[in-house]
């Protein structure tokens, strides 16, 4: 059974920091190419970032570009996103993916919420 631990999220002022983590389980990780994804309230869920699998490579939102940083440990079946600069609009749930072909995998998310 696949399953994610998604951590890290919580309440943080504008212009601070943060770093998600999501560990994995239940699937070959170095094969899944993995993204973090996220919901606002009223909004659709969008592509924050997203790491291949082999090789490595990132893409970005245009919202996550130069303030945002995925990651991945595959000894340790870890992704992070480390987001810097949050912003208010930052606010959301945000979820972890693994993708592989048609498969997809979903954790259930962690909250982050930026307020002043």
């Known amino acids: 059974q696949v399953q994610f631990v998604e951590s890290g999220g919580g309440l943080v002022q504008p212009g601070e920091s943060l770093t998600l983590s999501c560990v994995a389980s239940?699937?070959?990780?170095?094969?899944?190419?993995i993204s973090w994804y996220r919901q606002a309230p009223g909004k659709q869920r969008e592509l924050v970032a997203r790491i291949t699998s082999t090789p490595t490579n990132t893409t970005y939102s245009d919202s996550a570009k130069g303030r945002f940083t995925i990651s991945r440990d595959n000894t340790k079946n870890t992704v992070w996103l480390q987001m810097n600069s949050l912003k208010l609009e930052d606010t959301a749930k945000y979820y972890c993916?693994?993708?592989?072909?048609?498969?997809?995998?979903w954790g259930k998310g962690t909250l982050v919420t930026v307020s002043s």
């Open positions: 993916n693994a993708n592989r072909y048609v498969i997809n995998y």
């Open positions: 239940g699937l070959t990780f170095s094969l899944f190419d």
